[in-house]
């Protein structure tokens, strides 16, 4: 090939690749008021909720899987998670959380009441020190703003210190409300609600009815079913109080048989869409102006 | 032949080292004890009476050698082979084991994995809480209530806490003995590794002191640690730990799905580091150094440290020993003025390591692999692409192509033989994701350095190289979605066979001559006149 017409091609090649990520690159559709993605990191939960450029992570799931649902789910360039929320301190919702602390900077570490000897929980206090992160310890009623239009909200978790150890630890799951809105055009009616999403960490029937029985259980359009669908947790009842659309199972491979297939029959009778993350793989929610959407790396519910 | 060989020193050297390789080989097939030190005796006395008697002949000189490695390929395999297993010892039921940590942690999904070296076992009734940290030191319970493991002891625990090389822990679990003869699938890997024993346990380990071990080593080990800890740092997963695999062959943090995408499309090799990544680690420098305007000797000189620290920081696992030991030999061509030789360097390489531990030929696939694969790509890939005239020159297209294709043939008896699958489209993705590794090597090494002077100008070509390893990510992935891996189950003389088939190939392409045309005469009066192009034919 002559070196003018192979000069030619290169430049040629170079345009396309430049024109292909540039085409990538800049995508002209409007960026979603929230988004929550269940990751796929086994039998353990970790959710990223994202509005904006405010992340908060809610468990790291068993192990460093986390790291790769974080590779996905986070911009390239943002290296900085803002709050690292961890609903208990068992080894399926913790595990992974030390090595986040290794490799993203961290906001503020926040705990609910449920403490506990795990030497996971003992290395994430450990990582957290190190990195000298800021820990707060919430209450039930607390707020955390991620952005003008979204905010977690604390429902539920026990009234005690960090340094005791718990005796039923999963009922003492910090229970979390994502409320999302759609921004306030200017009526005098206030915000629309663009979706709700109830997070309940690894709380069972215990913990369900004591929120039946205050009258505290809010309505969600999304419902995280508790204990990765173990059948002691995400009542009848319950359901009927949250009145989710959409249900999403965070498991992986387990000797538990999560799901528990009572539990799938009760979530089908509701008419409810269930994702679950060991078949649909990470599973995204995306809150907009025209309500949820829904993507995932692997298929759809049937 | 023999006259021609011996004549030629580089030759004389090539069939000397060849024979220890065939000794070896030879041994390989039954591994037991054969005559141990008797060889050596015997193989010295016929050396040394050869030398006398015909000493001024070169090709009794040649065979008399020969002889002589064939024989210390054998002892040296007899020497290696460990020692039979001692009777079953009882095992205690209530154990307590004290232990070294003598590599570093390796850290799975969500698991970790130590090895501990100066491992004891102890009655944990009669040792109860009693401090235990004197036995690492050497020294003993004096009750006997704790006796010694011979070997390094492998344990799998939780991921966390971490543990550094040399700390002593103290733990509880049920040895099992890893062996040729204990009933589990082989693990040829741990046992070269020096592994004996393992043991899995969920409670919590204790430190309760630490050792004095190795300065380089805790050197190494601290720079190793603080590579894994920049590029995860500075690139998200899954492509930190895909950058990792390529600079130091550390790949225990990619996620199944991925390992399994590089498997089913043959191109597992570049997260081991392997003959490839060194070349192109000489390659950088060498290019660096020609930059910087130093003299080829000299940027030789340099290129050569580069790659002794490459291969150091990449782990010294057998592929890299190997690669490391040709790419010197090619660079110390350079450096004092021969012309290099594929066929003497890679002689040299596999002699040396396998004079290091023979057992590597029959037990370590990476070894296998990796040689099968450069003696393809030198064997078949030039000859390969001479006759793929289909394919483009264009950015050595061809000779990419040749080699992938040459490389591949090669290692394919020994990939049906130890996996049984084979990847149809594997010369495929070699091809289109091989040229970008370089590339990714240069700006993840680039960032990595940068980064620890100044971060946010460290994370630019960090960044270039996210970009580029997703594109392989894309490519692997589309490519492993598609139906073109075959399982193919042979023994080993199915695959003896192919090996042969592929032998003719390589004699039919490279040494048989051509069969001549037969021409018809010409007929009466006709002349032809051969003329150089470009020349004017004047009469």
């Known amino acids: 090939m002559a070196p003018n017409s192979r000069n030619k091609l290169i430049l040629a090649a170079a345009a396309g690749v430049l024109l292909l990520v540039g085409c990538w690159a800049v995508r002209h559709d409007s960026p979603p008021l929230a988004t929550a993605t269940f990751m796929d990191v086994g039998q353990g939960d970790a959710i990223l909720v994202a509005a904006g450029r405010v992340q908060a992570l809610i468990d790291g799931g068993p192990g460093r899987q986390v790291l790769t649902g974080l590779g996905r789910a986070m911009p390239l360039t943002d290296r900085l998670i803002e709050y690292v929320i961890v609903t208990h301190p068992h080894a399926d919702h913790v595990g992974g959380l030390a090595a986040v602390f290794g490799r993203y900077q961290v906001g503020r570490l926040i705990l609910g009441g449920a403490g506990a000897a795990t030497p996971e929980f003992a290395a994430l206090r450990l990582a957290a020190v190190a990195q000298g992160v800021p820990v707060s310890v919430v209450r039930s009623g607390d707020s955390i703003r991620l952005s003008d239009d979204a905010a977690l909200a604390v429902v539920h978790t026990a009234p005690a210190s960090i340094l005791r150890t718990s005796r039923d630890i999963n009922e003492e799951s910090l229970v979390l409300l994502l409320s999302v809105s759609c921004p306030d055009p200017g009526g005098a009616a206030g915000p629309a609600s663009c979706g709700q999403l109830l997070l309940t960490g690894d709380a069972g029937a215990k913990t369900e009815a004591a929120l039946l029985d205050a009258g505290d259980v809010p309505a969600a359009d999304i419902l995280k079913v508790g204990h990765h669908g173990s059948r002691q947790a995400t009542t009848y009842g319950f359901l009927t109080g949250v009145q989710p659309r959409t249900a999403v199972i965070s498991v992986g491979q387990n000797y538990y048989g999560h799901p528990s297939p009572a539990l799938l029959k009760r979530l089908a009778a509701r008419g409810i869409k269930v994702w679950r993350t060991d078949v649909h793989g990470d599973v995204v929610a995306v809150f907009g102006q025209a309500g949820v959407s829904w993507r995932s790396r692997r298929g759809v519910p049937p | ?539």
């Open chain 2, 1 to 539: 032949m023999l006259r021609r060989l011996a004549a030629s020193s580089s030759g004389t050297l090539v069939a000397w080292l060849l024979a220890f390789f065939g000794g070896v080989a030879v041994h390989a097939f039954d591994e037991r004890i054969w005559l141990a030190a008797g060889y050596w005796l015997a193989a010295a006395g016929c050396f040394l009476v050869a030398l006398i008697a015909l000493r001024p002949r070169p090709v009794p000189r040649l065979l008399a050698g020969a002889a002589l490695m064939f024989a210390l390929a054998l002892w040296r395999f007899d020497a290696a082979i460990p020692a039979a297993d001692p009777p079953d010892e009882p095992v205690l039921v209530a154990t307590e084991l004290v232990g070294t940590v003598s590599r570093e942690q390796r850290i799975m999904s969500d698991s970790a994995t130590l090895d501990l070296d100066r491992v004891f076992v102890c009655d944990r009734t009669a040792v109860g809480q009693r401090d235990l940290s004197a036995l690492a030191d050497g020294g003993s319970a004096a009750d006997g209530s704790c006796r010694p493991l011979a070997g390094v002891l492998r344990l799998r625990a939780r991921a966390w806490p971490i543990f550094a090389y040399g700390e002593v822990l103290r733990w509880r679990c049920l040895p099992v003995r890893v062996g040729l003869n204990s009933g589990d699938p082989f693990d040829a890997q741990a046992w070269l590794d020096g592994v004996r024993w393992r043991c899995s346990t969920r409670e919590p380990l204790a430190a309760i002191a630490a050792s004095e071990r190795s300065l380089p080593r805790q050197l190494l080990y601290g720079l190793r640690s603080r590579i894994r800890l920049s590029v995860g740092r500075l690139l998200p997963e899954p492509e930190a730990s895909f950058l990792l695999g390529l600079l130091i062959g550390d790949r225990d943090g990619l996620p199944p799905d991925l390992v399994a995408a590089f498997r089913s499309t043959g191109t597992s090799h570049i997260l081991a580091v392997s003959g490839y990544n060194v070349a192109r680690v000489a390659e950088i420098f060498l290019l660096l150094f020609a930059a910087a305007t130093v003299r080829r000797r000299r940027a030789a000189c340099f290129s050569l440290a580069g790659v002794l620290i490459f291969a150091v920081v990449a782990g010294a696992e057998a592929s890299v020993i190997r690669a490391a030991a040709m790419g010197c030999t090619a660079l110390v061509a350079t450096v004092v003025g021969r012309r290099y030789s594929a066929t003497a360097a890679l002689s040299l390489a596999a002699s040396a390591m396998l004079a290091f531990d023979p057992l590597l030929l029959r037990h370590d696939v990476g070894f296998q692999l990796s040689f099968a694969a450069v003696l393809g790509l030198h064997g078949l890939g030039e000859p390969l692409a001479k006759r793929l005239t289909f394919l483009p020159e264009f950015l050595g297209i061809r000779r990419s192509a040749g080699e992938t294709l040459g490389a591949t043939l090669a290692t394919l008896p020994i990939i049906i033989l130890a996996f049984g699958r084979v990847p149809l489209l594997g010369p495929v993705a070699n091809l289109l994701i091989l040229p970008l590794i370089p590339w990714i090597m240069a700006l993840g090494a680039g960032g990595i350095i940068l980064a620890a002077f100044w971060f946010s100008v460290g994370q630019l070509p960090a960044l270039a190289a996210v970009w580029l390893l997703r594109v392989i990510e894309t490519i692997i992935g589309f490519l492993a979605s598609l139906p073109f891996s075959v399982e193919l189950q042979a023994g080993p003389l199915g695959c003896s066979m192919i090996a042969g088939w592929i032998l003719l190939l390589w004699y039919a392409l490279v040494k048989a001559k051509p069969i001549p045309l037969r021409r018809p005469p010409l007929p009466a009066g006709l002349e032809i006149e051969v003329i150089e192009y470009g020349s004017k034919l004047q009469k």
